[in-house]
Every structure is written in C-alpha cells, then in structure tokens.
C-alpha cells in the first residue's frame, strides 16, 4: 500500500487517491503554431521511467485537490509531493 | 535434437530419466549475427523459431538479460482467445488461433492447449446489446461466437451468482467456444528447444547495454557480454521497452504498468471454462491443478516493480467474489506481478521504426500471451522481409500521427483506467 503525504491533508492512504500520469507533459502554448510532432509527444508519447518519475495524483476521496507526487516506479518509494500549482524544482 | 515421443519416453525410463538431451544449449555470444532479438520471453522466442523454420534464417541469437521465459510468459493468466470486434485484431489473433491448435505438434512439445471456451459474461441488457454487436463482427470474419441467454450461462457455470437480490445480476454472456488455455511455460520451453535446434543461440544473462547506429541504421548492439555486429535487431521487451527507447533517443506510446495475478489452493474440478466478470474486470479458469487462477485490473500507477500492492487485489477479488461467491471460501496460494507495456490507444505495435534495421515489438498490455505464436510469426516475416504482413499492418506505429487509432477498447490514452 502507498503512504502518501497530500500537501493540504497530510498522510492518507493510496486508497483515497486516483492516479493522473506523468506530470511533466505539458501542452502546447495557446495560440502557438504546434507541429505533429510537438501534439504527438503532447498525448502519446511518454517517457515512463523506471526510477524517479514525477506524476500527478488526485485526493479524490479527500480535498479533491490534484497534486504532483516524485516516486521511484521500481520501489514505490515516495520522495515529495508538491501543491499542484507549485514547479517542479 | 531429441524428438520426444513415447517410444523416447520408455527409452529414458529405463535409464531412469538421467540422459535426456539438454533443451537448448548455453552458448556464449558470437561476434557477428545476421539478426538478433532483444527479449527472451514468449514473443522473442516465438520470433527466432519463425525465422528460422519460416524464412531460413538461422544467424540468429536472441538476448536475454535474466533467464528465458522468466518475465510476462512466466507470469499471465494462460488465456487464449480471439473474441476481437476491429478487423485488425479479428484476423491477428484468428490466424493465431490456427497456431495454437497446431502448437504441440510443430515444436513437438505438449503445451496442453485447451479450447474449453471463453465466456464473458454481461450483466445488463446494453451489455447484451454490445455483445451481440460484437458476436456479429466475429462471426463475419470466421470467428466462432455464441450469445448465450441467463439460463444458458446457469447451464454452463451453476456455481455463479444467480441469486435474484444482487448488485450485477447475469443477464447473459458471449462465448467464444473455441478460446482456451494453455501451459505458458511450455510454450516458451518448446519454442526455445525448436530455434536451438535450427540454430539459434539463445543467450541468457546478457544485458543490453546500448546500440551502435550510425547514419541511422543499426550496425551492433553492445551488452554485458561484450559487442555484437548486426545489421537488424528486433526489439521484443515487453515492459522494458521504455528503458531500451531511451537508449536509442526514441519516445514511445507506451507506459509501463504493473498487473497482478493470483492463484487459489487447488479444489476439485469445478470450473471448465474461462469466465470474465462484465461489471468490472476480473477473469477466471481453472488450473490443471486445481488452482483457480485470477486476474484483474492494473495497479493503476507506472510501475516497473514486478510486484503489486494489496488494494488492487482485494479490489479484484471483490468482483470474483460477486461473480462466484463460493470464491471467498478458498484460502490464497500466490500471488504475482508483472510489468505490462501498455499502449495508448489498448492495441500492439509491430512494425518497422525510422532506424533502418530496427524492428519493433511492443504494446501488447494485457493481451501478450494468447498473441505469442501470432506476434512471432507476423515479427519474423517483418524482420525477413523488411516489411509489415497484412496481418499486422494495422500494428503500425504511425497510426498515432495519423490519428487512424486501433481502440477496441475506446479508452483513449489514460492507459492506467482499465
């Protein structure tokens, strides 16, 4: 079972979570000329690392609040979790 | 090499079964190949034996970072089916279906292939509506399909919930008499003793640990055993695959996942088909053993531990138990991992890449077992050939540029909602 610390709730149990993928993905500017290529790597293409991976959770049984997790995807170690809106440093 | 008969059988027992030949042998690494396979598991293995018995290519050896057969072939739920509505996967597993019945004969290797049927059950009359949908579109390309009405399944499975105050009551389910099971360990077993046999070398391990491309073609592969030269490789890694695109500086439609599996302690026969549960996701046969094996949804997170975490199984087991209650009185024996490459639109890859000389096998999610014979035979002809089969065609790793998606499933890309 994950132990995970929400930044707004404190440690609840992975139970109350739903998962959201890789957080690092990010869409394409507004209003910016985007290639096939950019969209592609936009909505398919992903990284998916085996180690320290940077991903999105939500605490949908909890304050509903979407957060960014860092978690080892071999061990399932869980290193931070930040506020959505806050960067990734 | 030994061909193993009863008339071999009766020999090696009165010797006391102490000089039966090795398998395969254990070579080391040669300095040149004319093709290698990165992946020993059931598709690799399956892919070196095409070469070789389908395309006369015998230069071949297949790299193996841990031990044959020890990943998603060691580890599924042996189901062997074919009850695809897309075209693409309709004829794709079809074909594979004719390779499967002719399995134990071709490798002569008994790898108790067992058509016992597969029946997925529906639990609405929309659920009935889209399975006969579905049965229609099987029926229309050769693919046996029956759509069986509440009392039908009671026949068949008396032991599920057909009590009237349930949750999900069975409204009825679509069966594809001819899908089955069959020993996953066999089928790796006997496809590596055949391509050892037409000489393949199969090296166990070895791990890769990049690739030499130059002017966008494949010239070497460099592993723990030292540095390969070969002109066309065939990446067939399952869950690792990320980890090997990333050496090649290529970003794929692919996440890796973890599914468990589980098996109770064995019991009487009481279970002769494969059932799946239509409200959630849960299936269900039973073992030669005895041992009811079960399966279910991902853990839901990228994972590349092998291992699973507690709340996706109690989820999983809760849908087998309101599916057949009986379930809930039998003590677990195991339970596993493995790590699924899950593509983004639920269909596999095969196809060539813009490397010049490298192939790829990849995104079978859940379905990667009953594929094998397919995926080798359908890999080899691309590797052999330089060209995608019409039968996995379809495969393509374009078709997320162009938008001409194969979803079976209609999921979209949120690869961990199963």
Redesign the interface.
Known sequence: MLYIKCPHCGWRSQNEFSYGGDATVKRPELGKEVTDQEWDDFVYNRKSLRGKHWELWQHLSGCRQWIKVERDTATHEIFKTLKASEEIS | MQKYSIFSLIKNAISNHENWDLAWKDPSPKKEYDVVIIGGGGHGLATAYYLAKEHNITNVAIIEKGWIGGGNVGRNTTIIRSNYMHDDNALFSEFGMDLWRRMSQDLNYNVMFSPRGIINLAHSDAQMNVYARRGNSMRLNGIDAVLLNREQVREIIPMADFSENVRFPIFGGLMQPSAGTARHDAVAWGYARQADSMGVDIIQNCEVTGFDVVGGKIKGVRTSRGDIKVKKIGLCVAGST??LA?KLNM??????HLLQACVSEPVKPVLDRVVTFGAGHFYISQSDKGEMVMGGDLD??????QRG???TLQHVLTEGIAMMPFLSKLKMLRTWGGIMDMS?DGSPIIDKTHIEGLYLNCGWCYGGFKATPASGWTFAHTIAQDRVHELNAGYNLNR??TGYLLDEKGLG??T?IS
Not at chain 2, 251 to 256: A, D
Not at chain 2, 300 to 305: E, L, T
Request: proline content about 8%; hydrophobic content about 35%.
């Open positions: 990320n980890i990333e970003k794929l439609p692919i996440e890796t839901g997170y990228n994972s590349y531990a975490n507690l709340p983004m997320f540029n890309t949120k961990w």
